[in-house]
């Protein structure tokens, strides 16, 4: 049917509250028998018909390591956003529970389950816009899947769009985003290395006590964010590939994922 995208309401049974987002409230859930959480978006906080169009695309978006949409339902207000259910919570969250605790094959196999998710939006010319930890999902069985990609065009809410205004993700962002809103996937490969970067420090802020305007002094300074304790010199060398200046000179994602594959066989 043309309507494959359509959750039926009466297929969707609707559980505990298990967070808040941009969007508005996330619910536990259930949907054919499976586990799942449901985004109900608020209507004032989202541009309802470019999303309805896009969430067409992003259903087709499928990959053991991305947080799989299956369906939205549009029949009634609020619109309800039907995801895979992820046990673990947040990446951030679950750093942070764990902190001193991971080993260093742990925190590779983070980097490298995203990076695998990532090299997939990348090969199917999908920009996420803002990869963070907060953005990824922990599963029931510890892996880190990449969430939330592509939503931020749907924020209705100007102080999260408009990279001068408070919200807006500044301490992830590339140069060329912060200056000239250019996202590419060569911007989501800065924002990486920020999250690894996040990885490596447990789920610490990165710059954590600055302002987004001081932290555009100091990148412009060509300044970066410094080596995490726990990272090895391989790891943090990746990092800063991530950060180089110019987009093109930084890596692709598929070479990220095979760098940090080959550090994990090491
Ligand atoms: P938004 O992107 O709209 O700001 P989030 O995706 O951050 O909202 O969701 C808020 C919280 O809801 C998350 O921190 C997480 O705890 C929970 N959550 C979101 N999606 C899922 C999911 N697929 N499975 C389990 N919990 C989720």
Redesign the pocket.
């Known amino acids: 049917t043309k309507d494959q995208w359509e959750v039926d309401p009466a297929e969707l049974i609707l559980g505990q509250e ?7 409230l ?1 619910l ?1 859930g259930s949907w054919r028998d499976r586990k ?2 449901v ?1 109900m978006v608020r209507e004032e906080c989202m541009s309802d018909e470019e999303f309805k169009e896009e969430a067409r695309i992003m259903m087709r978006l499928s990959h053991s390591k991305l ?1 799989q949409l299956y369906g939205v339902c549009t029949q009634h207000s609020p619109i309800c956003l039907v ?5 673990n ?2 990446l951030t ?1 679950y750093l942070r529970e764990r902190k001193g605790s991971l080993s260093q094959d742990i925190l590779l196999g983070m980097c490298l389950d995203v990076s695998e998710g990532m090299a997939y939006l990348e090969m199917s010319n999908f920009i996420h816009r803002d990869l963070a930890a ?2 990824c ?1 922990v599963s029931k069985n510890n892996e880190v899947k990449v ?2 990609f592509g ?1 931020t065009r749907f924020v209705l809410d100007d102080q999260y769009t408009s990279s001068q205004c408070s919200k807006f993700p500044v301490k992830w962002s590339a140069p060329e985003v912060i200056r000239y809103c250019k996202f590419s996937t060569k911007s989501d490969v800065w924002s990486f290395g920020v999250l690894m970067w996040e990885v490596y420090n447990e789920g610490r802020l990165p710059y954590e006590n600055r302002t987004n305007a001081e932290v555009v002094d100091s990148l412009n300074a060509g300044l970066r964010l410094l080596k995490p304790r726990l990272a090895p010199d391989s790891v943090h060398l990746l990092m800063e590939w991530c950060w180089k200046e110019k987009p093109d000179d930084r890596p692709t994602f598929g070479l990220l994922f095979h760098e940090l594959a080959s550090l994990s066989d090491a």
């Open positions: 298990i967070g808040s987002g941009q969007f508005g996330v536990e799942v959480a985004k947080v995801f895979e259910y992820m046990d919570g947040c969250d907060r953005n999902l969430s939330d939503m």
